[in-house]
């Protein structure tokens, strides 16, 4: 019945360390995105794709890379942890992305811990 | 630079209305959107506009004017488990979702 799920969903980790989250929907959906929602609550997109193509790359730190290997799933994969990662980090899917309701779609979160 | 302003926290009474605005400067507009985050989970879809004035679902209506670049959220009938932050997010013209910081909603009995 999940939509779309991540895991995992907590992660306690130390710096320096590499790791990976996964992502996947069954809705069918073209699109896929990653966000990071820091202490203060505020989403900040960071990758998204379109049929497994690249269409939003946002200014984060080239350590984090995102890996579509189908349309369904959206991986993210981060080397060389660092304190300020520590966040939550969602993913999310729409049908599309450009004109119409394309509302996301998102998944239950992996807060990330890193000491 | 893109900008989307909300209050950062409101209180209400429970069975009373509330009233959520979001003003926003953006590079175009390709439609405004307000999702619901409670506590530690995930935003859900609440309500989305692109044309100007009042759209309604159940105890929720979103309104819109893109000549003045503002949109309110009106909670009716508010019930304790409205109790969450809600988020104005607005795509622009790269089809991209900028999102505001939230509104934190605390609802009193």
């Known amino acids: 019945d999940t939509a779309v799920s991540q895991t995992p969903k907590y992660l306690v980790t130390q710096m320096g360390n590499d790791k990976s989250i996964k992502c996947e929907q069954n809705?069918?959906?073209?699109?896929m995105y990653w966000y990071k929602q820091d202490s203060k609550k505020f989403l900040k997109i960071m990758f998204s794709y379109n049929n497994k193509e690249l269409i939003i790359n946002e200014t984060v730190p080239n350590r984090f890379s995102p890996k579509s290997p189908d349309k369904a799933h959206l991986n993210l994969h981060i080397n060389s942890l660092e304190l300020g990662d520590s966040a939550v980090y969602f993913c999310a899917s729409s049908q599309g992305w450009r004109e119409g309701y394309n509302e996301q779609f998102f998944g239950p979160g992996t807060r990330l811990t890193v000491l | 630079g893109q900008n989307i302003d909300q209050p950062t926290e409101m209180t209400a009474t429970e069975g009373a209305i509330v009233q959520i605005n979001c003003t926003y400067q953006t590079s175009g507009f390709n439609g405004l959107f307000w999702y619901q985050q409670h506590a530690g989970e995930a935003p859900t879809f609440l309500s989305y506009n692109v044309l100007d004035g009042l759209e309604e679902k159940g105890r929720f209506s979103s309104f819109l004017s893109r000549s003045k670049g503002y949109s309110y959220l009106l909670l009716k009938e508010l019930q304790m488990k409205d109790s969450a932050s809600y988020l104005c997010?607005?795509?622009?013209?790269?089809?991209?979702?900028?999102w505001g910081a939230g509104t934190k909603l605390i609802i009193k009995p």
């Open positions: 809705l069918g959906h073209d699109t």
């Open positions: 997010a607005v795509r622009d013209s790269n089809y991209q979702l900028i």
